[in-house]
Structures are given as structure tokens and as C-alpha cells.
């Protein structure tokens, strides 16, 4: 299983499932996360936290607890 934490710089990916429960995967999905959604990995900081994405044409910043909760293809 590969998640978006592990995801390097530059890279194009596609959701495959939101692992995690209630409030969490919710938050999730109200970004726009959802399963087979296409998700551009533009930076991450030097330490790992926060992971700096594109999904449906807008940037987020994800902490690393919650891009490990999503499983990616």
C-alpha cells in the first residue's frame, strides 16, 4: 500500500482509497479528496511536514498524519 506521505516532489497521482474514521476522512473528502481524484505533489518541507499539493486546481497543504490516511496509485 502507498500513501501520499511517501510521495516525492513532482510527482502525479491518483486516489485509490481514504483510510481513517469520521471527522478526519470527512475533512478529507471536503477538500476535495475523494477516491479516484488525480493529486499533484508540488513540495514538501524540509522536514516532511506539511506536504504542499494540487487537487482539482487548487493548492492544499496537507500535514503528514492526514497524507498517510490516503492510499494512492
Not at 6 to 29: D, S
Amino acid at each position: 500500500m502507498k500513501t501520499l506521505k511517501q510521495i516525492p516532489c513532482g510527482k502525479t497521482v491518483r486516489v485509490k482509497k481514504l483510510h481513517g474514521e469520521g471527522p478526519i476522512k470527512r475533512r478529507i473528502m471536503d477538500m476535495g479528496i475523494t477516491k479516484g481524484v488525480e493529486i499533484f505533489v508540488r513540495k514538501v518541507a524540509p522536514l516532511g511536514d506539511p506536504v504542499e499539493i494540487m487537487v482539482r486546481g487548487y493548492e492544499l497543504s496537507l500535514r503528514k498524519v492526514d497524507a498517510e490516511i490516503i492510499e494512492v496509485e
